[in-house]
């Protein structure tokens, strides 16, 4: 997997084409939105019984991740889970799966709207967490400094030559990085929607996940 | 054996009308289990079907439901109510008639269901409804006879087979149930007999006499049809003449962007203000019901429309049809002239108008075939399992049912006769857990089974959905198109999602024949102003897009054969020996590839004549294997009888590409990632019931709730390949947009016969083809190339650079 290396708040950080981030200096992984259980959430709500392979086919990428980034600390940056119900639903292997990447690693939760309360789950549960000079959090607090946030599924859409591509997309400013969702079953909102424009500064710049990443002045 | 009542007798005598001889047949085989009538239009044919019921129903002793007629469009129905109505008035007979289709009020639809009228006409899809409610039995108590008008349409869709399915239920519960088909002239009437009869039941088949041969020719013009396009904007004036010479005509459309722009075109040189109307499926109701109406009163003297008008609306005094655009296929093209002269024996009249140059060696070869009486048409597969999931969940929504009951009567439909128990249980499965090969949420299925061993929903309100998404037509995603105003202003029409979503304010685009000028977007409806007066974008409305038949397509490579051709016009004949001189002419028994550079691509033409499903194929194909071997494919295009791919790189040798054995070899695996097998699993999955389209109220608005349904395709892919839904879409591709059997034909034809001629600009026959709409992309290492080139562009122009 390609990575994109960038800076951020004065530290050198990478972007990988999963929609993971990279924090080579603190050996720190990323990931936003990961809202496992969203099959059983579906399922349960609905009746609608889709393809329940979504928290592995997650699992799995995170796992590939981390053999990537050889990371020891893990922040799963909020709706990790896409209930705390569809948390207590996991089946034993995903629990599994999940206890296998932890094993060894400082893994942080952080409370999303999804999941705000704490899940039975190994390690530790935090509002938000701080790493100096940055912090952590689901969902973006303006006018807050080297802040790192999930919650929109920030996508971008471009025409070039008269193809239209869209991808899930990491959006920076001078103050804040937003990433994209990383769950299999998750969609975007597009960075020109004004929840995303209005939120990011006039600098704002956006990094395509994909096969090679790519940055991009934000589209508008 | 009784005989026609005689007050119906004498309103015939009264009218100066004899009853004709099918109809004196369909009236005494009366109480077969199940008729086919096959006549031309005007035969009388809704009569025919319609004669036994107002027979057994003149006394007035008949209580409750009598008739159910189905027809595949609402405003069918409508008509049908009006045209039933005169002789039932006149001959003062005591029958209910009333319409119930998507577009009846509630009120209606709920008073109905309680009291139901004599006859209902009505579409498959409020048909199926209606035997999702819990009070289907009473309603549908005493039916007697169902009617299937234009079933050789219906025969050929999704939307049969939902129908068939649906008379298996309403045959469970009215026993006696009498089937009549009323179709248009077909290649193959044992096939709709098959389908349409309670199998095994036998069916008789009636055929009409076929009245005199239409009188069909090709426009002449003084202009020449263009190289390429859809437009016919030439042949406006010759069309405009023709229109003065008669008293209707009707000018058929292949795709509803043609008729727009056609329609303008012809407005604008409509110097006499002749009343002249449009009519397609985009345009709201309350227009499209203005329009019929005018017709109706015999106002108007010409409209521009498509399919939407291609079956039975009675419209009294077309004498004229023209076709613009070659016609696809013979069979469509001889029932589209079926509407001109709705009076029995008398010739119907009809004229093709090619839009562009190649068009013209198209129409010139259906001209023939239709000529020579040579129908066309492929035999359908068995019936589709989507259709049964949805046929399970409607079940499911009236109450609880036994399986092996509900398995008996979906083998007496037609289509699905051939089912096994196997694959019935299958489908239940999947409508019951997902059937997936990991069984992870099972206590939230859909469907449960009760200790009786019959199965019900688990949640009863899940019926209401089941309901809000039946039907098998599968629209793309479209937002209503509307004039801004404070509030609400006049509905103009529909366009797809994805054409709104490429509009920036001030952009037009052409809808129900006026500019219109795009706003703004509010509340998934596009707001639009009269403000416009730029040249039009032009609407992408979704049409189907037919492939040409194999049977037309040899006929135009049988033409190419010829040393001249006379029976072209000569500008036509000019460009084909243009093209035999600068390159070769496509034969039968080999393929002819070109390469070319145009415009900083290189590209790649790839003349199968296999028809567009397949030609599409051949693309992705093709495209896949340029990928594996670095050519760095950008996209490709694909129309009925050929495939121009471009990319960034100049293909030297193309030869490599087509080792035709590797590429029969690899399809599954490389068809496992295209853009078709996608499109094809979302309309299954949604019919299948796994995606909702209306979830009640909360419309999809591409926000992060919603992910695309290739996500879904692509986790089955990887994690459970031979779900139900992954061979159903298997399935679809091959014989639908896929459409593997004609290039497996093309690969016998041709054997190793291959013509590789590299040519320094585009060949006469391929410039068409570097404009046409519909332009498939690869994804792949062309486009992160763009991407980076873009990135690095992007970046330079705003003055950053790289972090």
Redesign the interface.
């Known amino acids: 997997m390609n990575d994109l290396?960038?800076?951020f708040f004065g530290q050198r950080l990478r972007a990988l084409g999963s929609g993971a981030l990279w924090w080579p200096e603190h050996d720190l992984l990323c990931v936003s939105d990961l809202h496992l259980g969203k099959?059983?959430r579906i399922?349960?709500r609905?009746?609608?019984?889709?393809?329940?392979?979504?928290t592995?086919?997650t699992l799995d990428r995170l796992a590939a991740d981390l053999a990537h980034s050889a990371a020891t600390t893990v922040i799963c940056l909020g709706d990790s889970f896409d209930d705390i119900a569809a948390s207590q639903?996991l089946?034993a292997e995903e629990r599994l799966q999940i206890a296998t990447l932890q094993a060894g690693r400082k893994w942080i939760w952080i409370e999303g709207n999804h999941d705000p309360g704490p899940v039975e789950m190994g390690g530790t549960h935090l509002a938000e967490m701080t790493q100096q000079p940055l912090v952590f959090c689901h969902i973006a607090q303006p006018g807050r400094q080297g802040e790192v946030s999930g919650h929109?599924?920030p996508k971008v859409q471009?025409r070039?030559?008269?193809?239209?591509?869209t991808r899930p997309s990491f959006l920076l400013d001078g103050q804040k990085l937003i990433l994209p969702?990383y769950g299999?079953?998750?969609?975007?909102?597009?960075s020109t929607d004004a929840a995303l424009a209005d939120l990011m500064g006039v600098d704002a710049?956006a990094i395509?996940t994909?096969?090679?990443p790519?940055?991009?002045?934000l589209p508008r | 054996m009784t005989a026609i009542p005689p007050l119906i007798h004498a309103w015939f005598a009264n009218r100066g009308w004899s009853v004709h001889p099918h109809q004196k047949t369909l009236f005494d085989r009366r109480l077969d289990p199940a008729t086919l009538l096959i006549a031309p239009t005007g035969g009388g044919k809704t009569m025919a079907g319609f004669l036994p019921s107002l027979a057994e129903l003149a006394d007035g002793r008949h209580t409750g439901l009598h008739t159910i007629y189905v027809s595949p469009l609402k405003a069918l129905a409508a008509d049908i109510r009006r045209n039933l109505r005169i002789p039932v008035d006149e001959i003062g007979l005591p029958i209910r008639i009333e319409d119930r289709t998507g577009d009846t009020s509630a009120t209606q639809k709920k008073r109905q269901r309680a009291d139901p009228p004599h006859i209902l006409l009505t579409t498959p899809e409020s048909l199926a409804l209606l035997t999702s409610y819990e009070d289907a039995p009473r309603m549908f108590d005493g039916v007697q006879r169902v009617v299937i008008d234009e079933i050789h349409a219906l025969a050929d869709s999704k939307r049969g087979d939902q129908l068939m399915l649906a008379l298996s239920r309403l045959q469970a519960m009215c026993p006696g149930l009498r089937r009549v088909g009323l179709s248009a002239t077909v290649e193959d009437p044992e096939a709709i007999a098959r389908f349409l009869a309670r199998h095994p039941d036998p069916c008789r088949i009636v055929q009409a006499d076929p009245g005199p041969d239409p009188d069909i020719s090709m426009l002449k013009t003084r202009e020449m049809p263009p190289w390429s396009g859809g437009g016919a904007a030439y042949a406006i004036p010759a069309v405009m003449e023709q229109i003065k010479q008669h008293r209707t005509t009707l000018i058929f459309h292949n795709t509803r962007a043609q008729a727009e722009i056609f329609f303008r075109n012809l407005w604008l040189a409509n110097d006499d203000g002749l009343p002249i109307g449009i009519h397609h499926g985009s345009l709201d109701r309350q227009q499209r019901e203005r329009v019929e109406a005018a017709m109706v009163r015999g106002d108007l003297r010409a409209i521009v429309c498509t399919g939407s008008l291609d079956l039975g609306i009675d419209w009294g005094d077309v004498d004229l049809v023209i076709q613009v655009g070659a016609p696809k296929n013979v069979k469509r093209l001889v029932q589209r002239i079926g509407r001109a002269n709705h009076r029995y024996n008398a010739p119907s009249k009809a004229i093709l108008v090619p839009a562009n140059r190649f068009e013209v060696v198209e129409c010139v070869a259906a001209l023939q075939a239709a000529q020579a009486h040579d129908l066309d048409g492929d035999p359908r597969g068995p019936g589709p399992r989507d259709v049964l999931c949805q046929h399970i969940l409607i079940t499911a929504a009236a109450g609880p049912f036994d399986a092996s009951d509900l398995f008996a009567q979906v083998v007496s439909a037609g289509p699905y006769s051939h089912l096994t128990r196997a694959e019935f249980d299958t489908c239940l499965a999947f409508c019951a857990?997902?059937?997936?090969a990991?069984q992870?949420?099972d206590r939230?299925?859909?469907l449960r089974r009760r200790d009786d061993g019959c199965w019900q929903?688990?949640?009863p309100r899940?019926a209401q959905?089941i309901r809000m998404n039946l039907g098998t037509i599968q629209d793309t995603d479209t937002l209503k198109v509307r004039l801004r105003r404070n509030r609400g202003g006049k509905p103009l029409g529909e366009v797809e999602e994805a054409f709104a979503a490429?509009l920036t304010p001030g952009d037009t685009f052409l809808i129900g024949g006026q500019v219109v000028r795009y706003e703004g977007l509010r509340e998934m409806v596009v707001e639009v102003s009269r403000r416009a007066n730029k040249k039009p974008k032009i609407a992408t409305f979704s049409g189907t897009k037919f492939a040409t038949s194999t049977q037309l397509s040899d006929r135009i490579l049988r033409m190419f054969a010829r040393p001249e051709w006379p029976e072209l016009p000569g500008h036509t004949a000019e460009w084909l020996q243009l093209q035999r001189e600068l390159s070769l002419l496509p034969t039968r028994d080999r393929l002819l590839i070109e390469s070319f550079p145009n415009d900083g691509r290189e590209n790649l033409c790839v003349y199968g004549f296999a028809g567009r499903n397949a030609q599409q194929t051949l693309g992705l194909l093709l495209t896949k294997r340029m990928e594996e071997t670095g050519l760095a494919p950008?996209?490709f295009v694909a129309t009925d009888y050929a495939t121009l791919i471009w990319g960034l790189d100049a293909v030297t040798d193309p030869r490599a590409l087509f080792d035709l054995s590797a590429l029969r070899d690899g399809l599954d695996r490389w068809l496992a990632g295209n853009a078709v097998m996608k499109r094809t699993f979302r309309a299954s999955a949604t019919i299948a019931?796994?995606i909702?389209r209306n979830t009640g109220g909360q419309r999809k608005s591409?926000?992060?709730?919603?992910?695309?349904s290739d996500?879904?395709y692509d986790?089955?892919l990887?994690?459970?390949p031979d779900?139900l839904l992954m061979q159903i879409t298997r399935e679809e591709a091959m014989r639908g947009l896929v459409d593997f059997s004609r290039i497996e034909s093309m690969i016998a034809r041709i054997g190793d016969r291959i013509d590789l001629v590299r040519l320094d600009r585009v060949s006469p026959l391929a410039a068409p083809l570097l404009l046409e709409v519909g332009?498939v992309?690869v994804k792949g290492a062309a486009?992160?190339r763009?991407?980076?080139e873009?990135?690095a562009r992007?970046?330079q122009a705003?003055g950053?650079s790289?972090?």
């Open positions: 290396a960038f800076s099959s059983e399922a349960r609905s009746g609608r019984a889709l393809p329940p392979y979504d592995r086919e639903s089946t929109y599924h471009l070039i030559r008269g193809r239209s591509i969702a299999t079953y998750t969609g975007g909102l597009r710049k395509l994909g096969s090679q790519q940055i991009i002045p | 857990t997902g059937g997936y990991l992870a949420y939230w299925q859909r929903l688990r949640d899940a959905r490429s950008l996209g019931g796994l909702e591409g926000r992060q709730a919603t992910f695309s996500i879904l986790t089955l990887k994690y459970d779900h332009k992309p486009e992160e763009l991407l980076a873009e990135s992007l970046l705003a950053l790289q972090p």
